[in-house]
C-alpha cells in the first residue's frame, strides 16, 4: 500500500551552509552520506530522525558552487516539518538567536506555521503539528528532545493543472482531500503528511539549480506495491522510469501532469543496511557501479565539517575554488589549474596520488566554451584571445593574492600544478607576472603568448611533462627552451601517451617533487590552511 511521504530531495550550492543548517540550527540528524547514484562525483545527504525513518528525511544533492535554479510551477516550492504545536515560540526564539529571518507565526489550516529559508533561500515550514509523531526522534542534537523537529509535515506543489495534479496524487499514491484555502487544495496521507496543490496558473516555470527541491518521494510499503504502481503509471502519460535500485529503497520515478518530478521509494532495506544506528551519517558510501573508486571520490566531492567542528571558512574570491585536506596534512599546498571542460576538482585525484599528505586548492576557470570552463578563450585550437590571456592572468594573480592573505598561505611554498590550458596560463604568468609562481608542473603546455615580455626566472623551479603522441607536443620543446633562457631551471619528461593525464604522470611528478622539496618538507604545525572552529551549531 501506498502511503505518505519518503522524502524530499532539494539541491544546494554550499555544503557547509547546508549541514549548519539542518544538522545545527534544525538539529536534525545527518543519518547518510552517499556519492550520488546518478552521478557519483556528486554528494548526496540525507538528513531525518535518529533512524533514518522513511517520512522523516529530506535529502540534497550538492551542486557545490552550482548555478542556481528558480522556484515555479512544475516543482516543489516549500517543504514543510513537524513539530510541536507548543514549539513555535521555542523555535522563533531559536531563528532570532541565530540571526535567521523568519514569518510567522500564522495559521494554515489551523496549525501554527513559522516561515524560514535556508541558505539556499528555499522554503522551509515548521508546522505545528499535533498528530504526527516520530518513533525515533533525535535527541543527540542541542535541541531539547520535546522541541525537536519530528518528520516531513509536507509539500507544496506549484502546477497549472491543479485539477490533474490532484487526480494523480489521489489515484496513485493515496492522497484524499482534505481543506481548500484559496487557490491551495490540502490533500491528506494516511501516513498524516500533507501536499498542498497549488495553482500556479501564471506564475514563471521553474528551472532546475541549486536552490530548488529536485523531487518528493512517497512511500511504497515494498516491491510489490511498487511494481502495482509502476504498472498503472504505464497506462497513463506519465512515462515512468525503470525502476532503480537505490542501496537503500528501491524506487521509481515519474511526472505528475503539472511537471512536478515525484518518486515512490519503499521503506527498505532502509538506512542501517550498512551503517549500525549509532554510526548512521559518519561515513561515505559509493554506489556498486561508480566508475570512480571511493578513494578518489573522497577527494573529489566536497568536505564538510559537522556543527562546531574546525572547518576551513571559505573567502568569497575572483575564482571558485575548492579545497581538499588529507586527514594527516604536511604542510604543503598545491594550487591546481584544470585543463579545457574540466573544473576544480578534476586533478584533485591525480595530486593526491603523487602527493597524498598535500592539502589541494583546486580552482575553476572563468572563461568558457560550449558551457564548459577554461581559463582563456582560444580562436582556434591552436591560436588564443591575447587580451583574454592578460586579463585572466591579472585576475589569477589577483586571487592568488587574495587566497595568501584569506587563508594564511606562503608564496613561496605553494606548488602550481597546470594541465593543458591551465597549464598554458601558468606558463603565461612566469612572464605576466614575475614572482607570483616559484614551483610548477606544466602537464601538455604550450607557449600561447604571440609577445612575450623580458621575465627573469632566477630561482623558478618547473617540470613540464608532455605526451609523446599529443598534436600538442611538438609545441613543448620551444616551452622548455624559452624557460631556461629566462632563467628557470626545468625538468622535463615525455610519456608514452597522448594529450590525456594517466598514472604515467604519478610516478615522475613524485620523482621531482623529492628532489625538488623534499630537502625542506614543512613542518606539521605550520600547516597553511587552518581549520577554525565554527560556532554556528552553538548559539
Same mark, same amino acid.
Do not use: C
Given at each position: =500500500?501506498?502511503?505518505?511521504?519518503?522524502?524530499?530531495?532539494?539541491?544546494?550550492?554550499?555544503?557547509?551552509?547546508?549541514?549548519?543548517?539542518?544538522?545545527?540550527?534544525?538539529?536534525?540528524?545527518?543519518?547518510?552520506?552517499?556519492?550520488?547514484?546518478?552521478?557519483?562525483?556528486?554528494?548526496?545527504?540525507?538528513?531525518?530522525?535518529?533512524?533514518?525513518?522513511?517520512?522523516?528525511?529530506?535529502?540534497?544533492?550538492?551542486?557545490?558552487?552550482?548555478?542556481?535554479?528558480?522556484?515555479?510551477?512544475?516543482?516543489?516550492?516549500?517543504?514543510?516539518?513537524?513539530?510541536?504545536?507548543?514549539?513555535?515560540?521555542?523555535?522563533?526564539?531559536?531563528? =532570532?538567536?541565530?540571526?535567521?529571518?523568519?514569518?510567522?507565526?500564522?495559521?494554515?489550516?489551523?496549525?501554527?506555521?513559522?516561515?524560514?529559508?535556508?541558505?539556499?533561500?528555499?522554503?522551509?515550514?515548521?508546522?505545528?503539528?499535533?498528530?504526527?509523531?516520530?518513533?525515533?526522534?533525535?535527541?543527540?542534537?542541542?535541541?531539547?528532545?520535546?522541541?525537536?523537529?519530528?518528520?516531513?509535515?509536507?509539500?507544496?506543489?506549484?502546477?497549472?493543472?491543479?485539477?490533474?495534479?490532484?487526480?494523480?496524487?489521489?489515484?496513485?499514491?493515496?492522497?484524499?482531500?482534505?481543506?481548500?484555502?484559496?487557490?491551495?487544495?490540502?490533500?491528506?496521507?494516511?501516513?498524516?503528511?500533507?501536499?498542498?496543490?497549488?495553482?500556479?496558473?501564471?506564475?514563471?516555470?521553474?528551472?532546475?539549480?541549486?536552490?530548488?527541491?529536485?523531487?518528493?518521494?512517497?512511500?511504497?510499503?515494498?516491491?510489490?506495491?511498487?511494481?502495482?504502481?509502476?504498472?498503472?503509471?504505464?497506462?497513463?502519460?506519465?512515462?515512468?522510469?525503470?525502476?532503480?535500485?537505490?542501496?537503500?529503497?528501491?524506487?521509481?520515478?515519474?511526472?505528475?501532469?503539472?511537471?512536478?518530478?515525484?518518486?515512490?521509494?519503499?521503506?527498505?532495506?532502509? =538506512?542501517?543496511?550498512?551503517?549500525?544506528?549509532?554510526a548512521l551519517g559518519t561515513k561515505l558510501f559509493a554506489?556498486?557501479?561508480?566508475?570512480?573508486?571511493?578513494?578518489?571520490?573522497?577527494?573529489?566531492?566536497?568536505?564538510?565539517?559537522?556543527?562546531?567542528?574546525?572547518?576551513?571558512?571559505?573567502?568569497?574570491?575572483?575564482?571558485?575554488?575548492?579545497?581538499?585536506?588529507?586527514?594527516?596534512?604536511?604542510?604543503?599546498?598545491?594550487?591546481?589549474?584544470?585543463?579545457?571542460? $574540466?573544473?576544480?576538482?578534476?586533478?584533485m585525484p591525480l595530486l593526491n596520488k603523487a602527493a597524498?599528505?598535500?592539502?589541494?586548492?583546486?580552482?575553476?576557470?572563468?572563461?568558457?566554451?560550449?558551457?564548459?570552463?577554461?581559463?582563456?578563450?582560444?580562436?582556434?585550437?591552436?591560436?588564443?584571445?591575447?587580451?583574454?590571456?592578460?586579463?585572466?592572468?591579472?585576475?589569477?594573480?589577483?586571487?592568488?593574492?587574495?587566497?595568501?592573505?584569506?587563508?594564511?598561505?606562503?608564496?613561496?611554498?605553494?606548488?602550481?600544478?597546470?594541465?593543458?590550458?591551465?597549464?598554458?596560463?601558468?606558463?603565461?604568468?612566469?612572464?605576466?607576472?614575475?614572482?607570483?609562481?616559484?614551483?610548477?608542473?606544466?602537464?601538455?603546455?604550450?607557449?600561447?603568448?604571440?609577445?612575450?615580455?623580458?621575465?627573469?626566472?632566477?630561482?623558478?623551479?618547473?617540470?613540464?611533462?608532455?605526451?609523446?603522441?599529443?598534436?600538442?607536443?611538438?609545441?613543448?620543446?620551444?616551452?622548455?627552451?624559452?624557460?631556461?633562457?629566462? $632563467?628557470?631551471?626545468?625538468?622535463?619528461?615525455?610519456?608514452?601517451?597522448?594529450?590525456?593525464?594517466?598514472?604515467?604522470?604519478?610516478?615522475?611528478?613524485?620523482?621531482?617533487?623529492?628532489?625538488?622539496?623534499?630537502?625542506?618538507?614543512?613542518?606539521?604545525?605550520?600547516q597553511a590552511v587552518k581549520p577554525t572552529s565554527e560556532?554556528?551549531?552553538?548559539?
Open positions: =500500500m501506498v502511503s505518505g511521504i519518503h522524502h524530499v530531495t532539494a539541491i544546494t550550492r554550499k555544503v557547509q551552509a547546508n549541514v549548519d543548517f539542518y544538522a545545527g540550527f534544525l538539529g536534525m540528524r545527518l543519518v547518510k552520506q552517499t556519492a550520488g547514484y546518478e552521478d557519483a562525483t556528486q554528494l548526496h545527504l540525507f538528513y531525518g530522525d535518529s533512524a533514518g525513518t522513511p517520512g522523516s528525511l529530506v535529502s540534497f544533492l550538492v551542486w557545490e558552487d552550482g548555478a542556481p535554479g528558480r522556484a515555479g510551477y512544475g516543482q516543489i516550492s516549500e517543504i514543510s516539518l513537524a513539530i510541536d504545536p507548543a514549539s513555535i515560540g521555542y523555535w522563533l526564539t531559536r531563528a =532570532m538567536s541565530f540571526g535567521l529571518r523568519s514569518e510567522g507565526p500564522a495559521d494554515e489550516f489551523g496549525e501554527p506555521v513559522l516561515r524560514l529559508k535556508d541558505p539556499d533561500n528555499i522554503i522551509l515550514k515548521l508546522a505545528g503539528a499535533k498528530d504526527l509523531t516520530s518513533p525515533t526522534v533525535w535527541d543527540g542534537a542541542s535541541i531539547p528532545v520535546e522541541h525537536a523537529v519530528k518528520r516531513v509535515r509536507g509539500a507544496t506543489m506549484l502546477t497549472e493543472k491543479p485539477a490533474e495534479s490532484r487526480s494523480f496524487l489521489e489515484r496513485h499514491f493515496g492522497y484524499r482531500f482534505q481543506a481548500n484555502r484559496g487557490t491551495i487544495d490540502r490533500l491528506v496521507s494516511q501516513s498524516g503528511d500533507v501536499i498542498d496543490v497549488r495553482d500556479a496558473r501564471g506564475f514563471w516555470s521553474g528551472a532546475p539549480g541549486t536552490g530548488t527541491v529536485d523531487h518528493v518521494a512517497f512511500r511504497a510499503a515494498d516491491e510489490e506495491a511498487l511494481r502495482s504502481v509502476s504498472k498503472a503509471l504505464e497506462k497513463t502519460d506519465a512515462s515512468p522510469t525503470n525502476m532503480h535500485d537505490r542501496k537503500y529503497f528501491r524506487s521509481l520515478y515519474a511526472r505528475e501532469p503539472g511537471g512536478t518530478l515525484v518518486e515512490l521509494a519503499t521503506d527498505k532495506p532502509g =538506512m542501517t543496511v550498512d551503517e549500525e544506528h549509532a554506489p556498486p557501479e561508480a566508475i570512480t573508486n571511493l578513494n578518489d571520490l573522497k577527494v573529489i566531492l566536497p568536505q564538510f565539517s559537522m556543527p562546531g567542528q574546525p572547518r576551513i571558512n571559505y573567502r568569497e574570491l575572483p575564482f571558485v575554488h575548492r579545497f581538499y585536506t588529507p586527514p594527516n596534512p604536511d604542510g604543503s599546498v598545491f594550487v591546481l589549474l584544470h585543463g579545457s571542460g $574540466g573544473n576544480e576538482t578534476t586533478l597524498p599528505r598535500a592539502t589541494l586548492m583546486g580552482v575553476r576557470g572563468r572563461a568558457t566554451e560550449e558551457g564548459f570552463p577554461r581559463w582563456y578563450k582560444r580562436i582556434t585550437p591552436f591560436s588564443f584571445d591575447q587580451n583574454d590571456i592578460r586579463t585572466e592572468a591579472e585576475a589569477f594573480a589577483a586571487f592568488i593574492e587574495g587566497a595568501v592573505k584569506s587563508y594564511g598561505l606562503d608564496p613561496k611554498k605553494i606548488v602550481y600544478v597546470g594541465y593543458s590550458n591551465g597549464a598554458n596560463l601558468l606558463n603565461s604568468l612566469l612572464y605576466l607576472h614575475p614572482n607570483l609562481v616559484h614551483k610548477a608542473v606544466l602537464l601538455r603546455s604550450m607557449p600561447v603568448l604571440s609577445d612575450y615580455p623580458h621575465a627573469d626566472l632566477k630561482g623558478t623551479d618547473l617540470l613540464v611533462i608532455s605526451g609523446k603522441t599529443d598534436a600538442y607536443g611538438k609545441y613543448a620543446s620551444e616551452l622548455e627552451e624559452r624557460l631556461k633562457s629566462s $632563467g628557470a631551471t626545468v625538468d622535463s619528461d615525455v610519456i608514452p601517451g597522448g594529450h590525456d593525464l594517466g598514472d604515467a604522470d604519478v610516478p615522475i611528478i613524485q620523482k621531482w617533487l623529492l628532489q625538488r622539496m623534499g630537502e625542506d618538507p614543512a613542518p606539521l604545525e605550520q560556532p554556528f551549531g552553538q548559539p
